[in-house]
């Protein structure tokens, strides 16, 4: 149903594949590492311009936000033309809501489809939204524009000892999709993996959550709703973060981290040239 995302979001990771494991001649782990983090980050450079203006009307609509309150106070009984008011204010300043949606709308599609080519090479889990192959069936099953051979290689593929495909606890623990690769991860060294990397993703997630509430108008943070969301994104999110991660796949921990890297780079070049 959503080939049309998996498949290029499955070939840009192929290619830097090839990349880094043929050219530069880098070992399975490290190549397929190197691999998801640069397919992040080039989905991320194709979204750059559309999510940078997005945060940029984010900003003029907290400047906004005491001309738009004035009119709600003049108009406040005469809701029609209350909203009037605001559409055009808004489009004297050149500013349409709903293209702000946009940005976030496609880079959530493509963070998920992200999520679904990774995931896609272990599909033993028998979970919720599991496939649950077996092992055997797993291994000789391509995944979009991975061939057999590379779904070999990538369940194969492993970092500190913890392969890529696997969690520390849950659905895809199970270490029976990589016996035949000769690897039997221990949740032990998954977890020795799992943890650091989801500590990073929690670190990221609250710094980034921060950076963000510091660009708050007064006005907006002073907001009882804005109040209670902005504790949600500095300590709820990045706390479900680091209880999640000996769940989830090392690779997709990696594919966070690198999220959570270029997020936090994003924000101050476009803040920096906005000033």
Known sequence: MFDFIYYPISGILWLWHYAFEQAAGLSSGPAWALSIVFLVFTIRALLYRPVAAQ??????????????????????????????????????????????????????IAFLGIFHVLRSFNRTGSGFGQIG??????????????????????????????????????PLSAPDAFAVFGLTPAASVVAAVALPLGLAIAVMTHVNARASIARQSPELAASPQTAIMNRIMLWVFPAGALIGAPFMPVAILIYLLSNNIWTYGQQHVVYRHRR
Do not use: I, W
Not at 62 to 70: D, F, T
Not at 149 to 160: I, P
């Open 55 to 108: 945060m940029r009307m984010s900003l003029k609509m907290q400047e906004l936000r005491p001309q738009m309150k004035a009119l709600q106070k003049r108009y406040g009984k005469d809701r029609q033309r209350y909203m009037e008011e605001v559409q055009k204010l808004q489009k004297e300043h050149g500013l349409n809501p709903l293209m702000g949606c946009v940005p976030v709308v496609v880079q959530a």
């Open 133 to 170: 192959m077996t092992p055997e069936l797993n291994a000789t099953t391509p995944n979009y524009f991975f061939s057999v051979d590379q779904v070999h290689s990538f369940l194969s593929a492993h970092v500190f000892g913890a392969p890529l495909g696997v969690s520390a606890f849950g």
